[in-house]
């Protein structure tokens, strides 16, 4: 198979990798994201936690996959437990933060952060854990002639844009789905009129932390399974929901395939670009370094222009 | 003299200036007492902000960064002079602030947050790209800044009292600005923006001042700790350096700038014995940091006031 992404000259096979792998990771980041915008819409509490939800996932879709010998059972026994243990987090910690300032919440779940950082490292060990590629997606995909692209990288995409699907089914068409929305407009509003909107967030954060987790299973057999992993997956995050327009499941999905498209693409062509002005080493370590501020300026330039996002929940 | 505001810091700047003759005048404990009091330095800039403006940065380190790095690009440059050194550090990182500042300031609340961090963020990517300096390898520089040829920072007891020095003199200010008319424009405009527009005040250009400002000192913070590693990396812009910034500000309590320095120096303290006393000293760190959030509600500050 022709590694991908690796230097070389710019060409259509190369940007259409670029592309798959954009929106491959799009779709992890939007399932990040997902549970990051409703939660922090409709309670307006901002959970730094949320990316080790997804570290968490990883290391429970890992184990449990070598526990059982099956990758497909690792995933199934590892959504339930990813669900289970956000719920315990809310019900620890998450739950007497939702009356304070965005100030506490933002350090007491970075003490969290801290914690469940160091937590996988004593349980798992600080060396990267491994997950197989599950046999009936090994392999790759003839895209055109002389590219394969991987299965697993397809199904991913596939797997992701379904879970958007479904999501957008229960936010736009269900009850549940609706109170939320409501929630995220005006929670005190909805509360009024008989809402036990306290459980309706439990709701929106044990499935939050299952989609986070369900992202780190997915990501697991492609990315090294380690401590720290969620965070600059969480950082991403942020800028994803912020970008997206707070609250606003719809504006997450957008802005993270655009956030996975810039970031992946930029990391492929920046070190090429930066080529062109000086010498191979130094042009690769700027062009990565580019590509990683990308995002950031990005996010920076639709935030000078519209302050509250591209789909704000809040109109 | 019941007002802690005063005699806690007067009490812990005296402490500092006795402790090198107190038996701690050898060895690390020193250094980690000059870490202390850098960062010290910095939350209490960042206490501007957070406390005195409401603009809670999560890029602060940046600004720190910004001051290391001036450090850097002259020592590479063959310049170790103070009189370049400081000066260079500290304006370096006041254009950062006033650059990034301008657009940050447009926005508010949680959107504030994101956008200081994002700029924090490409502060450190761009640090990491710069391979003339090590990338993300980081830079030893080659000597600690000199004054006139000298090289008195090199003496740990002269770099002790030249930090405690200028934390006395970052403390003062901030704590004259907050006074001021202007940290009370300042104030006014955090609590009830709409007031202080009302009463003619715009809060644009204070923000932005108080910004520029806090961004400076930070700066100094930097040079400071540039010097007293000997060393920078991109690892001091990480936003994990901000979260633990804005985590000694709120330790110490935001009831003034007295709370920013007391919580700096517990936060330095307690995390440089938690790391001695066990390998996996995070795991009591984290959760020592949900307590406090949940039970120290006014700081450690608060704490005083009450008993």
């Known amino acids: 198979m022709r590694r991908v992404g690796e230097g070389g000259f710019v060409n259509t096979t190369l940007l259409l990798v670029q592309g798959l792998n954009g929106l491959q990771f799009g779709v992890l980041l939007f399932l990040v994201a997902a549970g990051l915008t409703l939660v922090f819409g409709v309670m307006d509490f901002i959970n730094l936690a949320h990316g080790v939800q997804y570290m968490v996932g990883a290391y429970l879709g890992a184990s449990l996959a070598a526990l059982t010998g099956s990758f497909w059972l690792g995933l199934l026994l590892a959504l339930p437990a990813a669900l289970v243990f956000g719920l315990v987090l809310e019900f620890l910690v998450f739950r007497h933060l939702y009356d304070r300032d965005h100030l506490s919440q933002v350090l007491a779940t970075f003490g969290v952060i801290l914690f469940l950082n160091e937590g996988v490292k004593v349980v798992f060990g600080a060396a990267p854990m491994q997950m197989p590629v599950p046999d009936l997606l090994s392999g790759g995909v003839p895209l055109m002639d002389g590219l394969l692209y991987p299965t697993y990288r397809l199904a991913i995409l596939a797997a992701g844009l379904a879970t958007a699907a479904l999501l957008w089914f229960l936010v736009e068409r269900t009850r549940a789905g609706m109170l939320v929305r409501a929630g995220a407009t005006n929670a005190p509003m909805v509360a009024a009129l008989g809402v036990d909107i306290r459980r309706l967030f439990m709701l929106v954060f044990g499935f939050g932390a299952m989609l986070a987790g369900f992202a780190g299973v997915m990501a697991a057999p492609i990315l090294s399974v380690e401590p720290g992993m969620g965070d600059n997956l969480l950082i991403l995050a942020f800028v994803v929901i912020v970008i997206g327009g707070i609250g606003s499941v719809r504006g997450a999905f957008v802005a993270a395939l655009l956030v996975g498209l810039v970031e992946t693409i930029g990391r492929g062509l920046m070190p090429d670009l930066m080529r062109l002005f000086m010498d191979a080493s130094s042009a690769r370590q700027t062009g990565a370094a580019l590509a990683s501020m990308l995002v950031y300026i990005v996010m920076a330039a639709i935030l000078a222009f519209r302050p509250a996002g591209l789909f704000p929940a809040r109109a | ?307």
């Open chain 2, 1 to 307: 003299m019941s007002n802690p505001r005063l005699w806690l810091p007067l009490l812990v700047f005296a402490g500092l200036a006795a402790a090198p003759f107190l038996g701690l005048g050898q060895g690390h404990s020193l250094t980690l007492l000059a870490r202390g009091m850098i960062f010290g330095l910095a939350a209490v800039s960042l206490m501007l902000l957070v406390g005195g403006a409401g603009l809670v940065s999560l890029g602060h380190a940046a600004m720190m960064g910004m001051g290391a790095y001036a450090v850097v690009v002259l020592d590479h440059a063959g310049m170790t002079e103070a009189w370049m050194v400081f000066p260079a550090g500290i304006l370096a990182a006041a254009l950062f602030a006033l650059l990034t500042g301008a657009i940050a300031i447009r926005t508010s609340g949680v959107h504030f947050i994101m956008i200081t961090l994002a700029f924090g963020q490409m502060a450190f990517f761009t640090t990491s790209s710069l391979a003339l300096y090590g990338g993300d390898d980081g830079y030893t520089l080659f000597n600690r800044t000199e004054v006139f040829g000298a090289r008195w920072l090199e003496n740990r007891l002269v770099f002790h009292f030249v930090c405690l020095g200028l934390l006395v003199a970052c403390w003062a200010l901030v704590q004259v600005l907050l006074e001021s008319r202007f940290g009370r424009v300042l104030r006014a405009s955090r609590e009830n923006e709409t007031r202080a527009r009302a009463l003619g005040f715009s809060p644009y250009p204070y923000r932005l001042l108080a910004y520029v400002i806090a961004g400076a000192m930070g700066g100094l913070a930097g040079v400071l700790l540039a010097n007293s590693a000997e060393f920078v990396a991109p690892a001091y812009l990480a936003w994990q350096r901000s979260g633990d910034l804005l985590f000694m500000v709120i330790l110490g309590g935001l009831a003034g700038p007295h709370g920013a320095l007391v919580g700096a120096l517990a936060f330095v303290l307690v995390e440089e014995w938690l790391s001695h006393a066990m390998e996996h000293w995070r795991l009591v760190f984290g959760p020592l940091l949900i307590l406090c959030v949940f039970f120290l509600r006014g700081g450690i500050v608060g704490l005083l006031r009450r008993g």
